[in-house]
């Protein structure tokens, strides 16, 4: 089983980038699905959650209204769209999938996770 992540890179503070991450050897279309990052020198911290049908979401308050989770579990990915960013967003974004239909926002609650993209943001 392996979630891939992809899609991070440069942007200028104010741009847009969007991040996904691909599974395979299983399909995850009835996990909870969600994004974390990781800053340098600071914790893990949980970013946006989306239940399995991907009709719920649920996001940290310093990214509310600028990003946004969705999946295709058709395509058994999902994929984060980052708007407005800010230098603070700046991290390793890490993909995840957790038994369960609800949304989870704990780390614990997941049980994959993909390896991680990082996300630079200029000033």
């Known amino acids: 089983v392996q979630l891939q992540a992809s899609g991070g890179g440069l942007v200028q503070a104010g741009g847009s980038l969007g991040v996904s991450c691909a599974a395979s050897?299983?399909?995850?279309?009835?996990?909870?699905r969600g994004w974390f990052r990781q800053a340098p020198g600071k914790e893990r911290e949980f970013v946006a959650a989306?239940?399995?049908?991907?009709?719920?979401?649920y996001y940290a308050d310093s990214v509310k209204g600028r990003f946004t989770i969705s999946r295709d579990n058709a395509k058994n990915t999902v994929s984060l769209q980052m708007n407005n960013l800010k230098p603070e967003d700046t991290a390793v974004y890490y993909c995840?999938?957790?038994?369960?239909?609800?949304?989870?926002?704990?780390?614990?609650?997941?049980?994959?996770w993909g390896q991680g993209t990082l996300v630079t943001v200029s000033s």
């Open positions: 995840a999938a957790g038994r369960g239909i609800g949304l989870h926002v704990r780390s614990y609650e997941y049980d994959y």
């Open positions: 989306i239940n399995w049908s991907g009709g719920t979401t």
């Open positions: 050897g299983r399909t995850f279309s009835s996990y909870a």
